[in-house]
């Protein structure tokens, strides 16, 4: 059996996967989501990029600016603490490192179509007789054996096909929209990396090495339906679906004095306080709102008397009044306001470091915290195959 390498990182991972060993073939979002769980939780992740076209490697790379010509910024977000090797697994001699890579490793997950893989060499059978312990991870446009089981999926062709994209439509009344943000690869990725690290505990626990087929629509259909089957949760069901609250027009920031605030009152005691506070203490006399259910059911009503009572006050005065009655409310941030919030200053989530190759760059640490093995942003993105020469070199090619 093949010697995993022995890498040089930056500075010692101590994440509590460290020592779990991932062979990455994903690229763009969804897999490189995946595997950054991975990497920041200190295990040893290897990038393998194709080293093939004018614009090698991951796509992510060259989308948007930067510096080096290699980080775009979605690039810099998503590939932190992996090693990068450029492999062409169409030739023998690249093929061979990806082997003995695979010979010795824990996890091996892309996003290739199976069928192209397996032309390749690499589908779940060759790997498996290469490595039987293996977690094989397939993430997949659409599952094997349904319809579109061979169609490409992207965000944009999820949010559609999962009913997704008509929420907004059934919210405005107007033409379907896609969410602004890249939320089905985001989410697939992270059901990538906890069906991964259910495998690897399976694994522990004596059952072997398995195939993990991970598949977009179907994880963000789930994800999708979890508030929004509602009605048609029951056989038979009503035809209204979609969760009233979450799908209300209303459902908005509301305006203060000078900007715009969340106020969410949840239980009858806060609801109650909070048309107190806002010159309206009768509005529970009404029988729509006076339950839990009742106010399920007549949220946009009760959304519209928040609207009318939000103006009130500054959006400082506001969140000094609800915080004194312990009533759930934030200010309204844009999106330059949430790089100087106070909370998010005070935990130092965004760090500005420096890489050598990239200059000074902005990063996110990683949100959980892990009191007996912390976890640390350890090694820069890499340059296009940073640790090409270093990787064979270990493995003796």
């Given at each position: 059996m093949a010697k995993w390498p022995k890498l040089t990182w930056d500075t010692e991972p101590t994440g509590p996967l460290k020592g779990i060993k991932v062979i990455d073939m994903s690229?763009?979002?969804?897999?490189?989501?995946?595997?950054?769980?991975?990497?920041?939780?200190?295990?040893?992740?290897?990038?393998?990029?194709?080293?093939?076209g004018n614009t090698p490697g991951d796509l992510m790379r060259h989308g948007g600016d930067s510096p080096t010509k290699q980080h775009g910024p979605i690039f810099i977000a998503l590939n932190r603490n992996k090693k990068a090797i450029n492999l062409n697994i169409k030739k023998p001699e690249d093929k061979a490192v990806l082997e003995a890579l695979l010979e010795d490793a824990d996890v091996?997950?892309?996003?290739?179509?199976?069928?192209?893989?397996?032309?390749l060499g690499f589908g779940y059978e060759a790997v498996k007789a290469i490595n039987p312990n293996i977690v094989y991870v397939h993430c997949a446009g659409f599952g094997a054996g349904g319809a579109y089981g061979e169609r490409q999926a992207y965000d944009d062709i999820i949010q559609a096909a999962s009913g997704f994209a008509a929420l907004s439509e059934q919210r405005d009344g107007k033409r379907p929209n896609y969410a602004p943000s890249l939320v089905a690869d985001k989410v697939s990725g992270l059901f990538a990396a906890n069906a991964t690290m259910a495998a690897l505990l399976a694994r522990a626990g004596g059952q072997g090495g398995?195939?993990?087929?991970?598949?977009?629509?179907?994880?963000?259909?789930?994800?999708?339906?979890?508030?929004?089957?509602w009605?048609?949760?029951?056989?038979?069901?009503?035809?209204?679906?979609?969760?009233?609250?979450?799908?209300?027009?209303?459902?908005?920031?509301?305006?203060?004095?000078?900007s715009f605030i969340a106020i969410v009152p949840y239980n009858d005691r806060q609801w109650a306080k909070f048309f107190e506070l806002g010159g309206r203490p009768n509005v529970f006399d009404d029988p729509r709102f006076a339950t839990y259910q009742d106010r399920t059911k007549h949220t946009g009503a009760l959304y519209a008397l928040i609207e009318e009572v939000s103006g009130l006050y500054t959006t400082a005065e506001w969140l000094d009044l609800l915080a004194q009655h312990d009533i759930p409310a934030m200010k309204y941030n844009r999106m330059a306001d949430v790089l100087a919030d106070p909370h998010l200053a005070d935990v130092g989530f965004f760090e500005e470091l420096e890489s050598p190759d990239i200059g000074k760059y902005?990063?996110?640490?990683?949100?959980?915290?892990?009191?007996?093995?912390?976890?640390?942003?350890?090694?820069?993105?890499p340059m296009l195959d940073a640790d090409g020469d270093e990787i064979k070199a270990a493995l003796g090619m």
């Open positions: 690229t763009v979002v969804l897999g490189p989501y995946a595997t950054l769980q991975f990497a920041d939780l200190g295990a040893e992740v290897i990038k393998i990029e194709n080293s093939e091996f997950i892309h996003n290739v179509r199976m069928a192209g893989v397996e032309r398995q195939f993990v087929q991970v598949p977009m629509f179907e994880c963000f259909t789930w994800f999708n339906m979890v508030e929004n089957l009605g048609e949760t029951f056989i038979p069901g009503n035809g209204r679906m979609g969760y009233t609250r979450s799908v209300n027009p209303r459902r908005r920031p509301y305006p203060t004095k000078d902005r990063s996110m640490k990683h949100p959980v915290h892990y009191a007996g093995t912390p976890v640390t942003n350890y090694a820069h993105p």
